[in-house]
């Protein structure tokens, strides 16, 4: 596999980035609790639900499974063993934030303790609803990924951070169209994963490089 180091190809804008994306993220998370009974909130809730609840089921099954507690887990494990010859960082931090994320998720959800959608569930839910564990580990693991691949080919950064986006999204949105989240669950689920990242790519960029 291509050898690669931080030294030549120096991201510090980036972790940077990852750093004011928290920041952001927190600030939003934090907002999204104060509103969560807010009229507003709710009308948006709604709205997603019903333009998303019960399609494509299937997809979003198979996504819900692969971005579960354990499906997680064993891609990140996974992940893990890909990585453990090339990039021992990668191979240890990657399931590291996975565990994290469900941590926080854990944290978080039952701190709030908001009650899930009241309509048929199309998935096994049973935790409480605020915010998404599956958005939380799918933002976690594809920007993570995300990031370590644009060391290693800095001229195709950009497709890499799109493709982590698009997958959060798409997982986080399934969760919507199951019927056992509401949108801003799921928004709250990428605020609090962004600070998972930065501190996975804090980590991994000082370990490379001394920033």
């Given at each position: 596999?291509?050898?690669f180091?931080?030294?030549q190809?120096p ?12 920041l952001?993220?927190?600030?939003l998370?934090l ?8 009229p507003?909130?709710n009308t948006?809730?709604?709205?997603m639900?019903?333009?998303?609840y ?7 099954q198979?996504?819900?499974a692969l971005?579960s ?7 990140a494990v996974?992940?893990?063993?890909y ?5 021992r ?7 590291l934030s996975?565990?994290a ?5 854990a944290?978080?959800k ?18 409480p609803s605020?915010p998404?564990g ?6 976690t693991?594809?920007m993570?990924l995300?990031?370590i ?5 800095p001229e ?5 951070y ?5 997958f ?7 969760r919507v169209?199951?019927?056992?989240h ?7 689920g990428?605020a609090?994963a ?16 001394d920033?």
């Amino acid at each position: 596999m291509r050898s690669f180091s931080l030294r030549q190809h120096p991201r510090t804008q980036a972790v940077r980035r990852f750093q004011w994306l928290a920041l952001a993220g927190m600030a939003l998370l934090l907002l999204l609790i104060l509103a969560l009974e807010h009229p507003y909130l709710n009308t948006l809730d709604l709205a997603m639900s019903q333009a998303l609840y019960s399609g494509p089921v299937r997809l979003s099954q198979i996504l819900a499974a692969l971005m579960s507690f354990s499906g997680s887990l064993v891609l990140a494990v996974g992940l893990a063993a890909y990585f453990w010859r090339s990039d021992r960082l990668a191979a240890i931090g990657l399931p590291l934030s996975v565990g994290a994320c469900w941590a926080l998720a854990a944290a978080i959800k039952y701190t709030v303790q908001r009650p899930r959608p009241e309509i048929l569930h199309l998935a096994h839910a049973s935790s409480p609803s605020f915010p998404s564990g599956h958005s939380m580990a799918a933002w976690t693991l594809s920007m993570g990924l995300a990031f370590i691949f644009a060391q290693r080919y800095p001229e195709r950064q950009s497709l890499f951070y799109i493709l982590a986006l698009l997958f959060a999204l798409v997982c986080g949105l399934s969760r919507v169209a199951l019927g056992v989240h509401y949108f801003s669950d799921v928004l709250a689920g990428f605020a609090a994963a962004t600070l998972i990242v930065a501190v996975f790519v804090m980590r991994y960029a000082k370990s490379r490089r001394d920033f």
